[in-house]
């Protein structure tokens, strides 16, 4: 026996063995004597000679580890950052000026922020192997017609496997017999409930949740018996293609890096622009030697560059991450906290996402009348309705006979937990239990009372499940549950309203059943038939006539109540809110529906997806927000296509299938109580209670973090720019310097970043979640904030020159004077702290001046500190400071009383003005 050579396959991009038939573009097409024929495979399977010979041709069945840069290397590219570089010259300047202390501060705060990326950088690396880890342990096969357990990784093409309830596939099969066989496949196509599974081949188009004649590696056996040849192993199995896509995949910059990096370039340049020509000025102008004169530059340098905002900005991210961890949101990397705040559209799985991933059944028809049930969920509480009203069950014979029928004819079990209602088996079937009980029955009970003497197991073949029970008296009964087209068929008249039978009406069946698929509902259903007393056995020929229709069942994996009030949430917030499931588009859309997507009545399915250029998609993608039977390929394709248009994207999920698209996302956000492990290492962020509330709070943290981030980048630069400005009219006037560059450091590293830490812990403004998001090549500061900068920094020059100079004129000496003039800074900060609070609003209110917990401890450390600095002796030795008298105090106090005063007659102006503040 020799394989096809269609079937060989060399070494992979990664140099591992691929092991599948890369040349067979669809299993799924070919019939069972096809695969077997291309695969070499027979009925009792390969010899241990032919599976040796394969394992040394295609390689274990097992993912290739990432090609991952070393420690060293990751540790490194931390400093690839112009900040962080600009940050390590201030430290290499400030050594150089001999302040080894002020420099080793410096240098540790790069370290640290290297530390943090390095170790996060380490996490992200660990979404591969959660998906390797994905892979079953071992597996069942037939080898030379013997069972035996094999290791999953020595599976091989043309391997025969067996599967069983509680199996988890070990590689990608064709199956080529089944029986009863369902296998859940949530994971890679957001199906909400197993799959029945066949041998019969189907359409070479069928989205992966429809091919019935496949088994793929990781998914899980729920139900029955089955078996199948090996067709893909390792990196050429579903899982394997998707973990392929994931290691090519590039991770992008957050618009708050991108901001940053924009930002330190600007200041660089400006910095360094600033430098030459005050450099050039001096010595040409003043004649100043280029030693003494570098002296000072270097002063100014140090003054200008704001050593301590990537410490700001990663303690108000960290915060961030706090606040969201009590809401329920795991921020697993800290620039998607800002991210979050930017996003505009949130691209979402529906099964367990956006649903409860729980069957509920919704609809009963019975009796010529239509029924609604309450209640979501596995919980048994709800009503039941008619034409809107609520309405007793025992009122309606015929509904509780189609509810007793669903609860017998069902081999699942409903069970009260610590943490809620959960099912044991099919979903569906664990759905009709609950309807069960909300008709008031005991299922208990009835099991006990009509116990069950046989039944025909649910096959794919005959499309239905029969049971027939007896009570106690002996009186037998069929119920029978199946598929609507085949229990038609077999029935020959209908349950009335009043209990009794007439006529079948199949016209009027045929039109429920479209109206309740229509809806996007699930439909099962009912029929019934009496039974001789000493009928023990069930056949067949029992069923196949002669049966009394019941009724009709629809069910639905519901929203979330909380979902459609986050959907409400994000639209008011300019978020649209896109669905991308690997459902069918009918009952996508119907979910959307129920949710208040923008669009909800048009929806676009995988096989128009492909259809679609780049191009196109691009241009129709931000139109759509429902889109259906969606592979892991096109909610990639969906989220590039939607970045392309200039969108910041969070992506949300809980399967492999969403790990790709979770990983390309500008925010991936993975479900933590149901999603798998790939998917969560795979995210930046995690849901703890799987609730996609939480992502409307975590946006509203998240645009919060941003006003915070502002607030301090527009506390911590005028005070630089003070400080630089009164260096450079010292060095052009050659006038003395007001502030020496050690003062300068103590200012930045101490006063500043105390205060500015106090912004960190702002709570959101009013107006948070009614603002559209930012667009995303927003600069970081707007015009308003950069004359806010401006006229700032010539405010906190004019005090430091002022009071410097007026400590001077009023017989203080140098060194007094310059202790003037550093407290001036102080208090100015101080005071400002409290403006900066309210960028759009006036700062002169009860609630502006009482401030919050962390502003009043920032201040009185603040003052505590600075007073150390002004009296203590050895500080004296230190920074060459001189202890102030009431008289010099007074004037510093007034500085800042009158740079408050002044912002505020700014921020009046220019709200009469109509200017934005934003």
């Known amino acids: 026996m020799v394989l096809d050579e269609r079937t060989k396959a060399g070494p992979g991009p990664d140099g591992a063995g691929t092991a599948a038939v890369s040349d067979i573009p669809a299993w799924h097409v070919l019939t069972v004597r096809e695969a077997e024929t291309l695969l070499g495979a027979r009925p009792e399977g390969l010899t241990p ?69 390095f170790v996060q950088e380490g996490k992200a690396e660990q979404a591969l192997g959660a998906i390797r880890h994905m892979l079953s342990a071992s597996a069942a096969v037939l080898r030379d017609g013997h069972r035996v357990a094999v290791p999953a990784e020595e599976l091989v093409p043309g391997d025969l496997v ?135 530059v270097v002063s100014l340098a140090v003054a200008a560059i704001p050593e301590g905002l990537p410490a700001i900005l990663t303690i108000t991210l960290a915060i961030g991450v706090q606040r969201m961890a009590r809401r329920n949101a795991i921020i697993r990397r800290l620039p998607a906290v800002e991210t979050l705040g930017s996003v505009s559209i949130i691209c979402t799985d529906k099964t367990g996402t956006l649903t409860r991933n729980e069957m509920t059944v919704r609809s009963v028809i019975a009796g010529g009348q239509g029924f609604g049930i309450g209640g979501v969920g596995y919980e048994p509480q709800g009503g039941v309705t008619l034409d809107g009203r609520e309405r007793l069950p025992d009122d309606h014979p015929v509904l509780v006979e189609l509810a007793r029928a669903g609860a017998l004819c069902n081999d699942a079990a409903l069970r009260e937990t610590e943490s809620g209602w959960t099912v044991e088996g099919d979903p569906m079937e664990g759905a009709l239990l609950v309807l069960a009980r909300k008709a008031g029955i005991d299922t208990g009970e009835e099991a006990r009372r009509l116990p069950r003497t046989d039944l025909i197991p649910f096959e794919s073949e005959h499309r239905f499940m029969a049971t027939l029970h007896h009570d106690h008296e002996n009186r037998g009964i069929v119920y029978v549950k199946g598929a609507p087209e085949r229990i038609l068929a077999m029935c020959r008249a209908e349950r009335g309203p009043d209990g009794g039978d007439r006529p079948l009406d199949a016209a009027a069946w045929q039109a429920g059943i479209e109206a309740l698929a229509a809806q996007g509902q699930r439909v099962l259903a009912f029929a019934a038939k009496a039974a001789a007393s000493d009928h023990r056995e069930l056949c067949f020929s029992d069923v196949e006539s002669g049966l009394v229709l019941l009724g009709l069942v629809g069910m639905i994996d519901p929203p979330r109540v909380e979902a459609v009030e986050a959907v409400s949430a994000c639209r008011g917030a300019g978020i649209r809110v896109k669905m991308i499931t690997g459902d069918h588009a009918v009952t996508a859309r119907a979910i959307a529906g129920q949710l208040g997507l923008e669009n909800a009545s048009a929806a676009l399915t995988g096989p128009e997806i492909e259809a679609l250029s780049d191009e196109e998609l691009v241009r129709r993608a931000p139109d759509i927000d429902v889109f259906a039977r969606a592979s892991p390929e096109h909610k990639l394709r969906l989220v590039q296509a939607l970045q392309a248009r200039g969108h910041i994207v969070a992506m949300t999920g809980d399967g492999v299938n969403d790990a790709p698209a979770l990983k390309r996302a500008d925010v991936g956000v993975a479900m933590g109580q149901k999603g798998t492990e790939a998917a969560k290492e795979v995210a930046e962020m995690v849901l703890a209670d799987d609730n996609f509330a939480s992502i409307a709070r975590a946006v509203r943290e998240g645009r919060t973090v941003y006003d915070n981030l502002k607030k301090a980048i527009v506390f911590l630069l005028p005070i630089n720019g003070g400080e630089s400005m009164s260096i450079i009219i010292a060095i052009m006037a050659g006038l003395t310097l007001p502030i020496t560059p050690l003062q300068i450091l103590w200012v930045n590293m101490v006063s500043s970043i105390g205060l500015a830490l106090a912004l960190a812990f702002e709570p959101s403004e009013r107006d948070v979640m009614s603002r559209p998001p930012r667009p995303a090549g927003e600069a970081l500061l707007s015009r308003f904030l950069v004359w806010r900068i401006a006229f700032v920094s010539m405010l906190m020059t004019a005090g430091i020159f002022g009071l410097f100079k007026w400590s001077v004129w009023h017989g203080a000496d140098v060194e007094t004077a310059r202790t003037v003039a550093v407290n001036t800074l102080v208090v100015m900060e101080v005071f400002y702290l409290f403006s900066v609070r309210y960028l759009r609003t006036a700062s002169l209110t009860f609630q502006g001046i009482l401030g919050t917990r962390p502003v009043l401890v920032a201040v009185a450390v603040v003052t505590g500190l600075q007073l150390v600095f002004t009296y203590a002796p050895f500080m004296a030795a230190l920074f060459d400071t001189r202890p102030l008298g009431v008289a010099e105090g007074l004037p510093v106090l007034a500085a800042g009383v009158l740079l408050f005063a002044v912002l505020e007659i700014e921020k009046l102006i220019l709200r009469r003005l109509g200017a934005q503040s934003n």
């Open 49 to 117: 000679a032919e599976a040796q010979e394969r394992l040394l041709r295609f390689g274990p069945n097992s993912l290739p580890p990432p090609k991952t840069r070393g420690p060293l290397l990751r540790f490194l590219s931390q400093f690839n950052n112009l900040l962080i570089q600009v940050l390590l010259v201030a430290a290499a300047i400030t050594a150089l000026l001999g302040h080894w202390t002020d420099a080793a501060v410096i240098l540790a705060v790069c370290v640290l922020n290297a530390v943090v990326g």
């Open 162 to 296: 067996l599967l069983e309830a509680g199996d988890k596939v070990p590689a990608d099969l064709r199956l080529v017999w089944t029986k009863n066989l369902h296998i859940q496949e949530a994971a890679l196509t957001g199906e909400s409930v197993p799959v029945d599974k066949a041998s019969d081949p189907v359409a070479a188009d069928a989205p992966l949740g429809d091919r019935r004649p496949m088994a793929f590696s990781g998914t899980l056996v729920t139900h029955g018996q089955g078996r199948g040849i090996v067709v893909a192993t390792g990196s050429t199995t579903e899982i394997g293609r998707i973990s392929g896509m994931m290691a090519r995949l590039e991770g992008i910059e957050t618009p708050l890096l991108r901001q940053m990096a924009r930002f330190a370039r600007t200041l660089t340049s400006v910095i360094l622009a600033i430098a030459a020509l005050v450099f050039g000025f001096g010595v040409l102008v003043h004649g100043y030697s280029a030693t003494e004169l570098f002296m000072a």
